[in-house]
């Protein structure tokens, strides 16, 4: 499986990312490229949508919190969109859900940002 990546701007300098596949030891490179091309480029903060994620394993979560990590030594910040249930339940047994923040839909991310 891959995964597309599509990368967008948004009002306030926010950049959603979304993501469309698996999330996995083969894909997650091309995921991380698209986050550090963004945070190279001086953009902060991001928006990641993982509502047609269907899988993501450790090498995707680390990925992620790479991205967070590069963000936060700049002031800024990720917020996760993750409507399925399966993926959510990965970022709660691993604690992520304290570190990200996760939202039901992108409105309520983009005013969580502001």
């Known amino acids: 499986m891959d995964i597309k990546v599509t990368v967008r701007a948004e009002r306030g300098g926010t950049y959603v990312v979304d993501l469309n596949g698996e999330i996995d030891?083969?894909?997650?490179?091309?995921?991380?490229?698209?986050?550090?091309?963004?945070?190279d480029k001086g953009h902060y903060n991001l928006l990641i949508?993982?509502?047609?994620?269907?899988?993501?394993?450790?090498t995707g979560l680390?990925?992620?919190?790479?991205?967070?990590?590069?963000?936060?030594?700049?002031?800024?910040?990720?917020?996760?969109?993750?409507?399925?249930?399966?993926?959510?339940?990965?970022?709660?047994?691993?604690?992520?859900?304290k570190i990200f923040g996760i939202y039901d839909d992108e409105e309520a991310a983009m005013r969580a940002l502001v």
Do not use: M, W
């Not at 030891?25 to 945070?39: N, R």
């Not at 949508?49 to 450790?58: F, M, P, Q, T």
């Open 25 to 39: 030891v083969y894909t997650s490179p091309k995921v991380k490229d698209a986050l550090g091309d963004l945070i």
């Open 49 to 58: 949508n993982l509502e047609k994620v269907r899988y993501i394993d450790s």
């Open 62 to 97: 680390g990925v992620l919190i790479g991205g967070l990590k590069r963000v936060r030594e700049h002031g800024g910040s990720v917020r996760l969109i993750c409507t399925n249930p399966q993926i959510r339940k990965i970022f709660d047994i691993t604690g992520l859900v």
